[in-house]
């Protein structure tokens, strides 16, 4: 049963998405024992919750892929309505979990895909797209960060491997997709190769 203020949206058709299908059962159950002691995890996670606390009270977010939710809390204290997107409805479900310890937060789920949301034309503030780019192609990443671009209205925050990685993705990939948009924040993401990266409307 959800949640009284959640329900799912209608889910699309999966696409296989290389490894990331793995995301699932006890994998998705023990997704973030394994990695919350991690420091990559621990610095990421301090740097993405302080941006989200300088939003506004109240925006909307597109979490892409929303995992296991490890953003709720912040979600919750900065009173935000959520979108949470994933291929995989186990990790889905460990965030209605969460979300649930926070009576009245409104959130809505969907197993579905970053390069096409489904959601309308800027209809959330912001999107969050963590730990993505290296189950996507390069040609992907950009079909992604287009769809951000459509669907968002202030912010795109995500996280890549820029270099000396076997899936690297650089900063001028993401910047050659971008159309009235530029990437106004990247920041060391406890390596100098693995960023942070914030982009807003020109």
């Known amino acids: 049963m959800t949640h009284p203020l959640m ?3 209608p889910p699309v058709q999966q696409q296989t998405m290389h490894g990331a299908g793995k995301y699932s059962g006890a994998v998705a159950a023990g997704y973030d024992a394994k990695r919350s002691g991690d420091p990559k995890w621990t610095v990421e996670q301090t740097i993405i919750e302080s941006w989200l606390d300088q939003m506004p009270d109240g925006s909307t977010v597109l979490d892409a892929p929303m995992g296991t939710g490890r953003f709720v809390d912040a979600y919750a204290r900065n009173k935000f309505r959520v979108y949470g997107l994933d291929r995989q409805p186990d990790m889905l ?3 209605e979990a969460k979300v649930k310890q926070h009576p009245g ?3 809505l ?6 390069r096409e949301t489904g959601l309308a034309d800027k209809s959330v503030d912001a999107t969050l ?4 780019t290296r ?4 040609a992907e990443c950009q079909q992604m960060m287009r769809e951000m671009q459509r669907v968002a209205r202030s912010a795109i925050i995500w996280t890549a491997r820029v270099a000396n990685h ?3 993705r650089s900063r ?6 971008l159309e009235g948009w530029t990437i106004t924040r990247d920041v060391a993401g406890y390596t100098m190769d693995y960023r942070i990266m914030c982009a807003e409307p020109v």
Request: proline residues 3%; charged residues 20%; hydrophobic residues 50%.
């Open 109 to 114: 789920f969907r197993v579905g895909d970053v």
């Open 105 to 107: 937060m409104e959130a």
């Open 172 to 177: 001028e990939l993401f910047e050659q997709a």
């Open 135 to 138: 189950w996507l192609t390069p």
């Open 129 to 132: 797209n963590i730990r993505i």
């Open 93 to 95: 479900a460990q965030a």
């Open 7 to 9: 329900e799912y949206l």
């Open 166 to 168: 076997s899936h690297a």
